[in-house]
């Protein structure tokens, strides 16, 4: 069983940066895709981001595009989304998925392994 990380989460002001950690108990990523979904109160598991086993490909949901980066370093395993010009509707539980192939989709059935999320708010 792997065991999925998130941290960096926290409160936050409309139009700040915040930067999203994930790792793995083991290097599962290293052949893995990596994925960020986000749960908003009331709504259900969307998706956000994911980058392939060698960083060369990324897809985003558009409410994202442009603000959000994900990235990976593969010589410690852990993927990161930095997240810029936040929004007060970007407010959710984040979690990180490991990939069951090594390049991701918007689908969360092809993540195997979950985090058990951070909180991000952003007020207003």
């Known amino acids: 069983q792997v065991q999925v990380t998130e941290s960096g989460g926290g409160l936050v002001q409309a139009g700040d940066s915040l930067r999203l950690s994930c790792a793995a108990s083991?290097?599962?990523?290293?052949?893995?895709?990596m994925g960020w979904f986000r749960q908003a109160p009331g709504k259900e598991r969307e998706f956000v981001a994911t980058?392939?086993?060698?960083?060369?490909?990324?897809i985003y949901a558009d409410s994202v595009k442009g603000r959000f980066t994900i990235s990976r370093d593969r010589s410690s395993g852990t993927v990161y989304l930095q997240m810029d010009s936040l929004k007060p509707e970007d407010t959710a539980v984040y979690f990180c998925?490991?990939?069951?192939?090594?390049?991701?989709?918007?689908?969360?059935?092809?993540?195997?392994?979950w985090g058990q999320g951070t909180q991000v708010t952003v007020s207003s």
């Open positions: 998925a490991v990939g069951r192939k090594s390049v991701g989709s918007r689908s969360q059935t092809d993540y195997a392994y």
């Open positions: 083991r290097r599962t990523g290293s052949n893995n895709a």
């Open positions: 980058i392939s086993w060698n960083g060369a490909y990324t």
